[in-house]
């Protein structure tokens, strides 16, 4: 399928500059193309996720992806989508988020690239490789005297705070367009990188760019730029993506464990999983067709849901880690805890699952009542056992077990299941 058709089809395609354009340019291998990260925090969230696969898929057809960090725009911040003026972060805070940043985007790419059969890495940038160097003086002459206050007041991301008048746009905010469209011109020109890809809310910065170009840039009659832009991505409940109760789905394990990666996907919507599968892996229609067909025969048995979660957990975290995170949930959700190896409890569970030291003598009360337990009165403990809902090491409860002593697994741990998904861990030590 042809580039732009198979992101139509994806779901994946909001708005091109010209589509003419960048038809032609993709149609051939070897176009260059870039997307920019925001250094905000030292690991990018799954959000983010969209624009690294958007990437890969680019590589797969053979074209030249680079990943744009903004080790200069950091210091700036971009105003699209933000209601209020952001922090300014110190200059070692950017160095750091962008060094972790390009670090992260080139691990999570490795397992894709394994995943897919893919093999080259992608290219680099750091902005602050000429941003740095800019003196205000030569930027406004050179740069600014080609940019219109006039349009520039009618985008989008400075249109919004301009309105709300609390809170306003400093002129710190206001020149990020211009520096954004400075970055698609000297990407033109030292890597030869015609298109840029970006959500949405960056339109009128990629616009800027395609302009810039056209009035600056040598050749660009031609091989004339050209912009991509894909949809901001939400759940079906118009929620932000990739925010739970819990917080942000991070790609740093450290922050949000493979578990927690893979329960994130899983438990998306029905319609959420069936597009997901479409914006984030690299399926066939045939084969995402397939998984729909099954979903809509027994939805009940989620078979989007799991297969997007073990498709996920393996692109970003690669594949041992996609087997230790269902490894633990199939005997999580087997109740068949007893057959759950000792590695299984100090790799995942303790790491995973609320915790609590339980003293050698503790009964069953004990473990369900109390900090990191399922219930904050014995009342309740014992009205929810009343209801056939509290088990443990997967035995179900009655109101006479509540003064005996659990059994342990492997001497130490007593797995405790409030309803159909809360779990606890009592650890006896060792």
């Known amino acids: 399928m042809e580039f732009l058709e198979d992101l139509r089809w994806r779901g994946l395609l909001h708005q091109v500059t010209d589509e003419a354009t960048a038809k032609t340019a993709l149609s051939q291998p070897g176009c260059g193309v870039y997307i920019g990260f925001d250094p905000t925090a030292d690991s990018l969230h799954v959000g983010s996720l969209l624009q690294i696969t958007l990437l890969m898929r680019l590589a797969k057809a053979g074209h030249r992806p680079t990943a744009l ?32 940043i390009e670090d992260q985007i080139l691990q999570v ?14 290219e680099f940038a750091d ?23 006039n349009a520039m007041v009618q985008r989008d991301s400075v249109k919004t705070r301009l309105e709300a008048r609390e809170q306003g746009i400093s002129y710190t905010e206001f020149s990020y367009m211009l520096l954004q469209a400075y970055d698609f011109l000297e990407l033109y020109r030292r890597s030869d990188c015609r298109a840029q890809f970006g959500g949405s809310d960056q339109w009128g910065n990629i616009v800027s760019g395609t302009d ?10 031609e091989k004339p730029p050209f912009g991509v832009t ?42 959420d999983a ?39 957990t393996e692109l970003v975290h690669g594949e041992e880690a996609l087997t230790w995170a269902m490894r633990a949930i199939d005997f999580l959700f087997s109740g068949n805890a007893h057959d759950a190896p000792d590695v299984i409890f100090t790799n995942v569970f303790l790491r995973e699952l609320p915790c609590h030291d339980a003293r050698p003598d503790a009964t069953m009360i004990d473990l369900l009542v109390g900090e990191k337990r399922p219930f904050q009165s014995n009342g309740d403990a014992k009205r929810a056992v009343q209801a056939n809902s509290v088990s443990v090491n997967g035995v179900k409860l009655t109101l006479d077990d509540l003064r005996t002593t659990p059994d342990r697994i492997h001497g130490r741990y007593a797995l405790i299941r409030q309803g159909k998904k809360s779990y606890f861990l009592a650890d006896f030590g060792a």
Do not use: C
Not at 276 to 302: C, G, H, M, N, W
């Open 69 to 100: 960090i903004g080790g200069g725009t950091g210091m700036i911040g971009d105003p699209s989508g933000k209601s209020a003026e952001r922090k300014l972060q110190t200059d070692d805070d950017v160095r750091r988020n962008a060094s972790a």
């Open 109 to 122: 790419w490795r397992n894709m690239a394994a995943a897919v059969g893919h093999k080259a890495d992608p």
């Open 127 to 149: 902005n602050a490789k000429w941003l740095n160097n800019l003196t205000l003086i030569d930027f406004l002459r050179d740069i600014g005297k080609h940019f219109s206050v």
């Open 212 to 221: 810039l170009i056209g009035r600056l840039a040598e050749g660009a009659d």
């Open 230 to 271: 894909v949809p901001l991505i939400t759940a079906k409940n118009g929620e932000k993506f990739g925010k739970t109760e819990q917080g942000t789905i991070w790609l740093d394990p450290k922050r949000t464990s493979p578990y927690q990666f893979y329960q994130f996907w899983v438990n998306v919507d029905d319609a």
């Open 274 to 312: 069936v597009n997901y599968l479409r914006y984030f892996t690299f399926d066939s229609r045939e084969a995402i067709d397939a998984v729909v067909a099954l979903q809509v025969a027994a939805p009940e048995k989620r078979d989007a849901q799991k297969a997007l979660a073990a498709t996920m």
